[in-house]
Each structure stands twice: as C-alpha cells, then as structure tokens.
Nanobody, 124 residues
Framework: QVQLVESGGGLVQAGDSLRLSCAASGRTFSNYAMGWFRQAPGKEREFVAAINWSGDTTIYADSVRGRFAISRDNTKNTVYLQMNSLKPEDTAVYYC?????????????????WGQGTQVTVSS
C-alpha cells in the first residue's frame, strides 16, 4: 500500500504561480507513474498531468499544457506540479495519485491510490 500527502495549495491571484508537492510512502515509488488530477465544485474529477516512472515522459491536459509542469524526484519519493499563469478556472482541489503502471496514463481507472487533496483557489 502507498500513502500520498499533497501540500502547497493556497489562495493566489490570476497570473500567479504555485508549486504543489506530493510525498509518497509505502510502495516502491520509483517503479510507477504518477498523476495529478483536479476537481472543481460541481464538476467531475479531471486529469491534469502525468509522469512516467523515470521522469522522462510527461503528458498534460490541453487546458494546462504550456502553463503547468509535472516533475518527480525519486530520491525524495516526491512528485511536483509547478503551476504558472494561473487562471480562475484552475480553482479546484488537486489530487495526486499513483498508477498501476510504469508508463504515463490519463485514465483515472489506472490509478490505484490517491492523496487527500489540496485546495487551489485563483482569484480574478
């Protein structure tokens, strides 16, 4: 079993940046792809970004490509989401999750464990 703890959320203004972190413990972190998802009030949870086991392959949702960057440090069992040029529509609870595979995937059903989430609020 793996435990995930997100941090770094907060209230910012449009155009600002935030860096989310997700610390993992339990299962061998470096063997699996990791992903970030988000859920806005009244909406379904959606894919944001994913990174493969080694960190050399990343994929993004169209809505964040070019503004967000996912990375990982396997020596620290941590995955990051750097969010730049934030928009009010980025407001959501952000969740990290560990995949059942080593390669990247945007399919929610491929993720086996989830963190508790961290709130990101972007004011206009």
């Amino acid at each position: 079993q793996v435990q995930l703890v997100e941090s770094g959320g907060g209230l910012v203004q449009a155009g600002d940046s935030l860096r989310l972190s997700c610390a993992a413990s339990g299962r061998t972190f470096s063997n699996y792809a990791m992903g970030w998802f988000r859920q806005a009030p009244g909406k379904e949870r959606e894919f944001v970004a994913a990174i493969n086991w080694s960190g050399d392959t990343t994929i993004y949702a169209d809505s964040v490509r070019g503004r967000f960057a996912i990375s990982r440090d396997n020596t620290k069992n941590t995955v990051y989401l750097q969010m730049n040029s934030l928009k009010p529509e980025d407001t959501a609870v952000y969740y990290c999750a560990v995949s059942r595979t080593a390669g990247t995937t945007r399919m929610m059903e491929n993720y086996t464990n989830w963190g508790q989430g961290t709130q990101v609020t972007v004011s206009s």
